[in-house]
């Protein structure tokens, strides 16, 4: 008789975050992620994770090896660059993506190399307290800022959700009340709540767009070719779909 045995070892990689790790306490940078096998065909393919939209969030459960970071913390471009290394290493790079040429208006399907998506650099540094600066143009105030957290994410969209339709949802007043610490050199609630309320637009439209900008994250554009010869980028969309072209959902 053989003496041979099947290996348990779960086989997995170790992942840079393109947060290098600022959302979270530990300053977690790299991750390790258990590759996908033929039980995770599984989840792709369940019909109830998929209409509910729980397809990511059981992978990332599954997948996810270290313990010293909550799944559910993980912000949206770690999770994005945890299911482009399970796809990657699952069913390789080529992705299959729908443009538009803009000579023709006519839709067309294409080709990208999901390998060639890269980090984008991270260059603002924290301050003494682990926040970053910023200059209102208009308003002339030095302010200090947080990335805004998963869960900050989370309840912002739950108020644009249960929002009753009586008056106006404070979705962008209660972003800024997120990711802003202080108002030159204030860090009262109170008068920064006020302060936001009667902040000029090109404030906050400035902030947002710096904010934007330098986000870090994954670089999603990718440029291809229409069938009139023009150049055109197109951007990665996730979810379900990501696996769609496998399991036909």
């Given at each position: ?6 290996d348990?070892?779960?086989a997995?990689?170790?992942i840079?975050?393109?947060?290098q ?13 258990a ?6 065909e599984?989840i792709l393919s ?14 990332l459960?599954r ?7 909550n ?6 471009e ?5 299911l ?11 992705y ?5 040429d ?9 080709k990208v ?10 260059t603002?540094?924290e ?9 209102l143009?208009?308003s ?8 805004l ?7 912002i ?9 009586n008056?106006?949802a404070?979705i962008k ?7 802003i ?11 920064l ?11 906050s439209q ?7 900008e330098n ?6 554009s990718?440029?291809v ?12 969309g ?10 036909g959902?």
């Amino acid at each position: 008789m053989s003496d041979f045995r099947l290996d348990p070892t779960i086989a997995y990689d170790v992942i840079p975050l393109p947060s290098q790790g600022i959302y979270y306490p530990n300053k977690k940078k790299n991750i390790k992620i258990a590759f996908l096998t033929a039980s995770d065909e599984n989840i792709l393919s369940s019909p109830s994770l998929i209409a509910n939209n729980l397809v990511v969030d059981e992978l990332l459960k599954r997948k996810v090896l270290d313990k010293d970071i909550n799944v559910e913390d993980i912000v949206e471009e770690d999770r994005q660059a945890i299911l482009f290394f399970l796809r990657n290493t699952a069913f390789g790079s080529d992705y299959e993506v729908i443009a538009t040429d803009p000579k023709t208006d006519e839709t067309f399907t294409t080709k990208v190399d999901l390998s060639n998506i890269k980090i984008k650099d991270f260059t603002l540094k924290e301050d003494v307290n682990g926040e970053y600066e910023f200059y209102l143009p208009v308003s002339k105030f030095p302010i200090t800022f947080n990335f805004l957290t998963k869960k900050q994410e989370d309840d912002i969209k739950k108020i644009e959700e249960s929002w009753n339709g009586n008056g106006i949802a404070p979705i962008k007043t209660k972003e800024l009340e997120f990711l802003i610490k202080s108002i030159n050199g204030i860090k009262d609630p109170m008068q920064l709540r006020n302060f936001i309320e009667k902040m000029p637009i090109r404030d906050s439209q400035e902030f947002r767009k710096f904010i934007k900008e330098n986000k870090p994250g994954l670089d999603l554009s990718q440029k291809v070719i229409t069938p009139s010869g023009e150049e055109v980028q197109v951007n990665i969309g996730f979810g379900v779909e990501f696996f769609r072209p496998f399991y036909g959902i």
